[in-house]
């Protein structure tokens, strides 16, 4: 899949009213996107998806929201306040900023996570072939930290003793909650806590469409283990993904990889870290990271507020500080994932093209649309609205009459609709029957009306 196709699927992402650019009536903002109405809908399947898989299926999860400001002393006790930096260069010819380590990584092909800020300026000073990916030019500042959290204040005076930050992450708020969880729904380790809400990391070389932006969603997972326990469970949750990936939103297993992260690329807090690429335009990217953390965050936050985050196992006697795997989803990553595997343009018997969207048939946007065959019958039309009324109760449902029909199946071929229902003379005069045509086989059937909900009811289903 070229680089190209990530300007096709920008521009039909626009036409077709799955993403736009943010403020784009006064010049944009860098990085920040809109989902329009189509990729709303996509967007919240994909999250409806998720938490139906991982925390309501599931006897062993429950969910959260936690609030997207917190107590400034959280970030300490996390680290994030003095350790939550990326190393920053900026090019002295053409004042482009980049990541150094990124920089580094890109060119000489080797790990950067465990170098020192001197070791980074020292290769970025002595290795010819790192040049400015915007100018080509050798001549950069020396590489300095840049902490990537948003600062705001709290009330109506700006001092330092008010500074609050837009959460980086939103795994701290599930740490801080886990008395209240374990006290109020009688959960046994091991156990889980999931929640899907918004976060802010103010990155030096956001990019690559939705892929890497400032403000981001995560749906993210922390599973309390007993330590000694957690790399076992570790493997349950690499499978668990690779089947909502694979199974749940119809990824293709072939565009997918697992990565484990090199000891010396590992963060301070883990044990083992595994993410799960996908083979995007651009390259491979990290679609989640599987980490093991140890108990290092219940212990910190343990230390900074004075409460013992600790857990009685009524059953053994034992009392311990529960061990944590995090499974960390980005939910505009798992997005653009889902839209570019869909993506297909296929050459038809006739030497024409189409382009459709092959989602999976339970998060299309819109799952069947009807069509009347002609817009100005009234008996036609009056049926159309009564099959959309039947179906709307447990389906997506759409209407158009805006075109000939040939020209309403490429529009929602584009838009990734499964199924699409016409609606014709023979229906209202004989035999209570419409077409029903497959958006990925192209193929028609005539199905009674009273038999369509059944039949959608099967076609639906998902099987894993």
């Known amino acids: 899949m070229s680089v190209d196709i990530m300007k096709d699927i920008m521009n039909l992402s626009k036409n077709r009213g799955f993403v736009f650019q943010n403020s784009e009536i006064y010049g944009g903002l860098a990085n920040t996107w809109d989902y329009g109405p189509l990729g709303s809908e996509l967007k919240n399947n994909i999250k409806k998806a998720w938490w139906k898989f991982f925390i309501q299926d599931r006897e062993d999860m429950v969910g959260l929201d936690a609030a997207i400001l917190m107590n400034p002393r959280v970030w300490e006790a996390s680290g994030h306040v003095s350790n939550f930096n990326d190393p920053l260069v900026d090019c002295k010819e053409c004042k ?22 001197k070791e980074l300026n020292d290769l970025i000073q002595e290795k010819d072939d790192i040049v400015c990916p915007s100018c080509g030019k050798r001549n950069f500042t020396p590489a300095r930290t840049f902490n990537l959290m948003f600062k705001t204040h709290q009330g109506v005076i700006e001092t330092d003793k008010n500074i609050i930050y837009m959460r980086p992450e939103t795994a701290q708020g599930i740490f801080v909650n886990f008395k209240n969880v374990l006290n109020s729904s009688r959960k046994k380790v091991p156990f889980g806590i999931g929640q899907i809400g918004k976060a802010f990391r103010n990155e030096i070389t956001p990019g690559n469409f939705i892929f890497r932006t400032r403000e981001f969603e995560q749906m993210e ?29 119809g990824i293709k297993e072939e565009n997918l990889q697992f990565r484990e992260h090199d000891p010396k690329e590992l963060a301070h ?81 006739d030497g024409k093209e189409r382009t459709v969207l092959k989602f999976a048939k339970n998060i299309a946007p819109v799952q069947i649309a009807v ?80 038999d369509l909900p059944a039949y959608f009811e099967k076609e639906f289903e998902v099987e894993w």
């Open 221 to 249: 997972i922390e599973f309390f283990v007993e330590p000694g326990t957690e790399l076992e469970w570790h493997e349950k949750w690499m499978e668990a993904s690779k089947i909502f990936f694979t199974k749940i939103l």
């Open 96 to 117: 482009e900023r980049f990541r150094a380590d990124h920089l580094v990584e890109k060119t000489l092909n080797i790990p950067t996570a465990n170098l020192t800020l």
């Open 269 to 349: 807090y883990a044990n083992k870290t595994v993410d799960i690429e996908y083979k995007f335009p651009f390259g491979w990217g990290e679609l989640e990271g599987i980490a093991s953390r140890t108990n290092f965050d219940l212990s910190r936050h343990s230390e900074f507020s004075n409460e013992q985050l600790n857990y009685h196992d009524s059953k053994t006697g034992n009392t311990y500080i529960p061990y944590v795997i995090e499974p960390s989803f980005g939910a505009d990553r798992t997005f653009l994932t889902v839209l570019i595997d869909a993506y297909t343009v296929e050459t038809l018997p």
């Open 371 to 450: 069509f009347p065959l002609k817009k100005n019958e009234p008996s036609i039309v009056n049926q159309s609205r009564e099959i959309i009324k039947m179906l709307q109760k447990k389906f997506t449902v759409a209407y158009d009459d805006t075109a000939a029909i040939g020209k309403l199946y490429r529009r929602q071929d584009e838009i990734g609709t499964p199924y699409c229902i016409t609606v014709d003379f023979d229906t209202v005069e004989k035999d209570q029957k419409v077409t029903v045509r497959n958006r990925d086989t192209m193929e028609q059937e005539r199905i009674a009306i009273k």
